[in-house]
């Protein structure tokens, strides 16, 4: 079964696709609903320790990725905030709702991912 999740982990890998430990995680639940000799099992409760083995066993750490988002124009981020500060000028300070980086980007694609290779 770990043979497999490695494969699907190395599948993800490949195609640049940010992996947590909770995708691995689930992989495994779904993984061992699916092979029919381990159903019969008692299912494991795939917990941290667990997690921690299989990447140590198959030579997986958090890894930084790098792609095109290294390369922000910051001169349009520039011009966007002078945008941004003529569109809430208009408003009292009590109606202007405050985020933070997290707020703005939570949608954002993680930038670390965990893998055998940088």
Known sequence: MEEALFKWHQRLQNSRIPITGDLIRAAAFQLW?????????????????WLEG???????????????AALVNTEGAKDRIIELCAIVAPY???????????????KAILDT??????
Request: net charge positive; glycine share 6%.
């Open 54 to 68: 299989f990447k140590s066993h198959n030579g997986i750490c958090k890894r930084k990725q790098y792609s095109e």
């Open 33 to 49: 609903s699916c092979i029919p000799i381990l159903v019969e099992l008692p299912e494991p409760k795939w917990l941290i320790g």
């Open 92 to 106: 009292p300070l009590k109606d202007i709702y405050n985020m933070d980086k997290i707020g703005l980007f939570w």
């Open 113 to 118: 991912t965990l893998a055998t290779k940088s």
